[in-house]
């Protein structure tokens, strides 16, 4: 699991999950078995009822910038 950016740039951040180390990062979204709704809180983070569940599962949270 890792917070990307939506458009790749300084934007707002959404869950982003890939289940192999050599595939890429997609969007929560798009891990329909994994997905839980969105909390209804303005301003809330995108996916992150998802990350709770999947973290309580043991999925690993990454970096967003290893790099730095």
């Known amino acids: 699991m890792c917070w ?3 458009s790749g740039q300084d ?3 959404i869950l982003h999950l890939r289940c ?3 595939e890429p990062w997609r969007p929560y979204t798009a891990f ?7 909390y209804q809180i303005p301003g809330g983070s995108k996916g992150f009822a998802t990350y709770q ?3 309580k599962a043991g999925w690993t949270l ?3 910038n ?3």
């Open 4 to 6: 990307l950016s939506r």
């Open 20 to 22: 192999a180390s050599h």
């Open 53 to 55: 569940k999947l973290l």
């Open 66 to 68: 290893p790099e730095k």
């Open 11 to 13: 934007g707002e951040k």
């Open 32 to 38: 329909g078995k994994y997905i839980e709704p969105d």
């Open 62 to 64: 990454l970096p967003s």
